[in-house]
């Protein structure tokens, strides 16, 4: 399984990104995927999850600003992100199946 996330980049308190998660090497459908993210000297922190059938859930420091999706179809996660914070900064990674993207950066400053 091959994981590639894009769309982190540097935006301001307040604003949005949208990141995803391009899958290759697998039956993207039938499996969850996850986005993580890590700040340096932390331990990486789940922010949001979406089933094969498409339940979520969402860290509670990201409920109401960040939605998940996917499109099964292109084999592709999304992570919408609005209302960021600060505190939103770091290295968002997605997984599925026990393999991991290399990793977007998003930060998120004045």
């Known amino acids: 399984v091959q994981l590639v996330e894009s769309g982190g980049g540097l935006v301001q308190p307040g604003g949005s990104l949208r990141l995803s998660c391009a899958a290759s090497?697998?039956?993207?459908?039938?499996?969850?995927v996850s986005w993580y993210r890590q700040v340096p000297g932390k331990q990486r922190e789940l922010v949001a999850a979406?089933?094969?059938?498409?339940?979520?859930n969402y860290a509670d420091s990201v409920k109401g600003r960040f939605s998940i999706s996917r499109d099964n179809n292109k084999k592709t996660a999304y992570l919408q992100m609005n209302s960021l914070k600060l505190e939103d900064t770091g290295v968002y990674y997605c997984?599925?199946?026990?393999?991991w993207g290399q990793g977007t950066q998003v930060t998120v400053s004045s």
């Open positions: 997984t599925m199946v026990g393999s």
């Open positions: 090497g697998t039956i993207f459908s039938v499996y969850t």
């Open positions: 979406i089933t094969s059938g498409g339940v979520t």
